[in-house]
């Protein structure tokens, strides 16, 4: 059984292992558990996230309006969303709108990005990359923490 958040209301879905998460909606506010993009949060929203999603890896991606890198990566972060949903939750928290939620994460430079699962950080990197750079990473992270 799968838990994941909503995008929208941040209740907690449960999934059966027979339906397809991809497809699934919300039984609180019917929208769409996945809708193929990243979605924006706040530090509050990053703890439901982090602590409720079961069965679905969260790749936050940490960023600020001013940062060129961070901007020229957005695009790619939503490709990336788009093919590793709903494997993966992709969620983007801007570090000028939320500094203490950057600083407790310890992110230095950014565009950071943090892989966590089940609640626990598995992987993290720093520097923009490209759609296939975040996808091939955070699978290989996944499968790294697979089978450790
Ligand atoms: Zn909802």
Redesign the pocket.
Known sequence: MAQVV?P??L?ANRIPPERDAGQAR?G??R?ALFAGEPTEVDAAGLQVHRRANQGVAVLLDVWAPWCGPCRAMAPHFTAAARRLEPQARLLKLNADADPQASAELGVSGIPALILFQDGREIARQAGAQTADQIIAWTRQALSQAASA
């Open positions: 909503c929208h209301c209740a919300c609180r506010c929208a």
